[in-house]
Nanobody, 116 residues
Framework: QVQLVESGGGLVQAGDSLRLSCAAS????????MGWYRQAPGKEREFVAS????????SYTDSVKGRFAISRDNAKNTVYLQMNSLRPEDTAIYYC?????????WGQGTQVTVSS
């Protein structure tokens, strides 16, 4: 059974940094483009960042460009999201999944709360 487990969230102040991790188990995701997504209260889940299987290509939504960095360690079957200069509008539950997302792979996510 495939499982994606997100971790690393927390409560921080505006301007702080966090590093999220997504550990995959049950299968190897090296061939998959992987992505981070987020869902703020009362809003639809949105795309944040993605990375190719090799890690050579990345993509970001405009609101996080220059602040967030996605990376992966295929030996550990893990994807990361380094978040710098956090803003209150980054407050959300953050999820990882393939890109495009595969519905059955959604996990519980990790809560990120940024106070002003």
């Amino acid at each position: 059974q495939v499982q994606l487990v997100e971790s690393g969230g927390g409560l921080v102040q505006a301007g702080d940094s966090l590093r999220l991790s997504c550990a995959a188990s049950g299968r190897t995701f090296t061939a998959y483009r992987m992505g981070w997504y987020r869902q703020a209260p009362g809003k639809e889940r949105e795309f944040v960042a993605s990375i190719s299987g090799s890690g050579s290509d990345t993509s970001y939504t405009d609101s996080v460009k220059g602040r967030f960095a996605i990376s992966r360690d295929n030996a550990k079957n893990t994807v990361y999201l380094q978040m710098n200069s956090l803003r209150p509008e980054d407050t959300a539950i953050y999820y990882c999944n393939a890109r495009p997302a595969i519905p059955i792979y959604w996990g519980q996510g990790t809560q990120v709360t940024v106070s002003s």
